[in-house]
């Protein structure tokens, strides 16, 4: 019996409800935050699979992303405007309700050293929905959730410690959000006075400048030193002996 047909039945047999999707060459699945836990537990416990590392747990923001529900990534209505992931729509005239889209991803990356094979997971949760820690199953998901908040300010339910991973710890904000500015909330310079690291609003000293540099990755249509090289190559002929 092939992988996918295994992790399958064992999604069926727990009667977890697993959708596949294609994520380059490997083998890949979404599911509801809800099903989240009894999956990964299950395919820790199985002996058929043993997926007991996780190598790896991740973000990102697509705030783009008009999904209501986990339907997939991608599938957004014509002419959605950026940066934004909410919407106001309407069942009766009058009356108007708000929607919450799933604009954040959270991906699980599971490796089985018993079968030598990859499995992604993939979850979709909006600004105001949680998920479940998986620190219980797998150890290593507590610094894995905490860079994850740190990042995107996805909450974990379960795994209490909010304290920051890769920025400081009086870092504002999430800064791989999308909506995050490209200068921050605030920087920092060492203080005389306070005779320490000290915290300030930002203080842009040097306007905006647009730079026009040539770039072998742009394809420049003007001539650069050195393509003269190029252009007066003489080819080799054919049957002419040294």
Not at 15 to 24: E, F
Not at 85 to 113: A, H, M, P, Q, W
Not at 169 to 185: C, I, M, N, S, V
Request: net charge neutral; hydrophobic share 35%.
């Amino acid at each position: 019996m092939t992988l996918d047909k295994l992790i399958e039945r064992l999604a069926a047999k727990s009667s977890i409800l697993i959708t596949p999707i294609t994520v380059k060459d490997y083998l890949a699945y979404k599911i509801e935050p809800n099903f989240l836990l009894p999956f990964l537990k299950a395919l820790k416990e199985s002996e058929e699979l043993r997926f007991t590392l996780l190598t790896d747990l991740f973000g990102a923001d697509f705030p783009q992303n008009n999904v209501v529900n986990s339907v997939g990534l991608g599938h957004k209505e014509q002419g959605a405007k950026p940066i934004t992931n909410r919407r106001t729509t309407s069942d009766n005239v009058g009356e108007s309700k708000s929607i919450d889209y799933k604009r954040f991803e959270v991906v699980y990356n599971l490796l089985s050293l018993k079968l030598n094979k990859r499995l992604i997971i993939k979850v979709y949760i909006s600004e105001k929905e949680t998920i479940p820690s998986a620190m219980n199953i797998f150890s290593a998901a507590c610094w894995y959730e905490r860079e994850v908040y740190d990042m995107y300010g996805v909450n974990f339910e379960g795994n209490d410690d909010k304290r920051r991973i890769l920025t400081d710890y009086e870092f504002e904000g999430h800064p791989l959000r999308k909506d995050f500015p490209l200068t921050g909330y605030t920087q920092v310079k060492y203080d005389e006075k306070l005779k320490k690291v000290a915290y300030e609003p930002v203080d842009l000293d040097i306007e905006y400048r647009e730079f026009d540099f040539s770039s072998h990755w742009h394809s420049p249509s003007y001539v650069l030193p050195g393509d003269e090289k190029a252009t007066n190559v003489i080819p080799a002929k054919a049957g002419i002996q040294k």
